[in-house]
């Protein structure tokens, strides 16, 4: 793959807790100039974003984020705001406590609700992989895709474990094509990158993608 083809899939992400606008404005200068597919960043900074880039770029964002351990309530506030200030992609960590307890249809509910939320914009469902079993990853296979979710997707890249090819695998084996496949956290090299794509992920979330493609050093998740 060229270098195009693999940025066009990539959502240009920077959700760290002291970002600064300063930042963010560079993750978005980034983003158009290399043709991502978004910039994905914390709520806070979604209508500055959204005025600044002015339709070049879609703006996503993340709700519930890292935890997912928020009131079902509180997700869909969160998710309405942001598309109210602009925001066409949400991503949201799903309550990982309720599906190791076995509440699946909590889990299922939940997804719809924000979903509501959010009505004709993307959401991607965050499973947080490297908590789970295979057996749970299985599960939520189904879930996302039966919630009426457009992706469900690897990792926050913030608890013990990002992507890997092995979840990727699994995920297009399980999802089979009912819903899309998001890869994200721990992405650090090029090939990975045209890897995880092979394996058949059709979005990246990666603070690393620029300036691995330029060849330079890159730190992140």
Known sequence: MNKKEIMSRVDHTLL?????WAQIQQLCDEAIENGCASVCINTCYVKQAVEYMAGRVPVCCVIGFPLGAMDTASKCFEAKTAVENGAEEVDMVINIGWLKDGRYE???NEIAAVKAAVG???LKVIIETCLLTDEQKEIMCDIVPEAGADFIKTSTGFSTGGATFED???FARCVKGRCKIKAAGGISTVEDMEKFIALGADRLGTSRAVKLMNGEEAKGY
């Open 16 to 20: 760290k807790a002291d970002a600064t």
């Open 106 to 108: 909590d889990v299922k």
């Open 120 to 122: 004709d914009k993307v």
């Open 168 to 170: 990727i695998e699994l």
